[in-house]
């Protein structure tokens, strides 16, 4: 008997260990991903690329008038705000003066330049990895908006203050192919058409050897919700109110948890301090933004 119980201990102690090795190579793999994947603060060659093309002639050298910052220099510098999440009159001069920026910023929000750049970059990621349509995940995040504007709402989650949702759909391994904003107060079951539909790029048709599955939460779960996905061609995977997945058996087929992706796609907006908090009162400028990030996370998901 004895025997037996210390070979039992000795398995258990072998399961840990083994448990716990696993554990450390995925954290040094991730760590290892991390390093490989630096922080970017000037926009890369092969974006800045595919900008150039989408952005009005610059002005001549050497011409008459006063010299004009080069636009790249200026792209810069709205990465940096977007990255620190600095006024637009604290940008450094490096960059030009806050204001040329700001101008600039403005004038490409008008020609819809950094939605446009969001396509094009996810028309690369998809030629080069193809889009991960089979599992797409939607959710919103709340964030405060201090001075309010278009499509701000008081958040009921956050005593009643002034705030915005970002409505997210992403792919398979999180890259993002829609943005919706809305005010704080707009649940997500009254967004989600908008969100369904607001892809940026062309969705291919849903057929019975690609199926496409929709993973979103409890917040979604309306018997409209799943009606809209499927007119949509999606399979809806979307748990019910008060049920707990510890609770289904472990005989019962089950997928894979997916729906992290968008919450982590999420996470990597926030590290961008300016879409933490929405200062912006014009909702085109906030969308334009998110848009620039959004072509910044595709980017880094493409190579």
Request: proline share 8%; net charge positive; aromatic share 8%.
């Amino acid at each position: 008997m004895k025997k037996s119980k210390s070979g039992k201990a000795n398995a258990f102690t072998r399961g840990r260990l083994a448990k716990e090795s696993q554990r450390r190579q995925r954290k040094q793999s991730r760590q290892r991903a991390q390093r490989r994947r630096p922080t970017i603060w000037r926009m890369p060659d092969g974006l800045w690329k595919k900008l150039k093309s989408l952005l009005p002639p610059e002005k001549a050298p050497r011409t008459v008038g006063r010299p004009s910052v080069p636009y790249r220099v200026v792209c810069n510098g709205i990465l940096y705000v977007l990255r620190t999440g600095c006024q637009w009159k604290a940008v450094p001069t490096e960059f030009g003066s806050g204001s040329t920026c700001h101008k600039r910023f403005q004038e490409w929000v008008a020609l819809g330049i950094f939605e446009s750049l969001w396509v094009k970059q996810l028309e690369s990621y998809d030629r080069r990895r193809g889009i991960a349509w089979c599992w797409q995940s939607a959710d919103s995040k709340a964030v405060p908006a201090p001075l309010g504007g278009a499509d701000t709402g008081p958040n009921p989650t956050d005593r009643a203050k002034s705030g915005s949702k970002r409505h997210l759909l992403v792919d398979g391994r999180g890259a993002p192919l829609a943005a919706v904003t809305t005010g704080a107060n707009v649940t997500d079951m009254k967004t989600n058409p908008a969100v369904l539909d607001g892809i940026v790029v062309e969705r291919p048709e849903p057929t019975s050897t690609q199926p496409q599955h929709l993973c979103e939460d409890k917040g979604y779960d309306y018997p409209e919700c799943r009606q809209q996905a499927e007119e949509r061609g999606y399979i809806p995977h979307i748990p019910h109110k008060g049920t707990d997945p510890s609770d289904i058996p472990a005989k019962q087929k089950r997928h894979p948890a997916r729906r992290w992706k968008v919450e982590r796609t999420h996470s990597w907006n926030n590290a961008f301090r300016k879409l933490r908090v929405r200062w912006e009162k014009k909702t085109e400028n906030w969308d334009a933004l998110w848009h620039l990030a959004n072509a910044l996370t595709v980017f880094r998901m493409t190579f």
